[in-house]
C-alpha cells in the first residue's frame, strides 16, 4: 500500500481553500466542477467529485449526425401506417 501523504492549505477569510494540484489531478477534479464533502467519525473528512446528472451532462457531447428531421419521421410512418392499412383491407 502506497504511503499516505499530506497536504497542507490554508482557510481564507471567507471559508475558502484551494484544493492540492495532485488531488484534483488524481479526482479529475477541474474548475466549476462539484465535490461532495462526507464528515466520518473522529472528524474525518471525505472529497470526491460530484456524479453528474442527467440534466448537467444534456449536451455535453456533440452528437456524431445532425439531428433527424422529425416532422419528416411523422410523415414517413404516417405513409407507411396509411398503407399498410390500405394493403390490409384490399385483402
Do not use: C
Request: aromatic share 6%.
Amino acid at each position: 500500500m502506497a504511503e499516505d501523504k499530506e497536504y497542507i492549505a490554508t482557510v481564507t477569510s471567507k471559508g475558502q481553500v484551494t484544493i492540492p494540484i495532485e488531488i484534483r489531478e488524481l479526482l479529475g477534479i477541474s474548475a466549476q466542477d462539484k465535490i461532495v464533502f462526507r464528515l466520518g467519525k473522529g472528524h474525518k473528512i471525505e472529497i470526491e467529485p460530484l456524479p453528474m446528472t442527467l440534466e448537467e451532462a444534456f449536451g455535453s457531447v456533440s452528437p456524431l449526425n445532425m439531428p433527424e428531421n422529425f416532422d419528416e419521421i411523422h410523415r414517413i410512418a404516417r405513409e407507411e401506417r396509411e398503407d399498410k392499412w390500405i394493403r390490409k383491407l384490399s385483402q
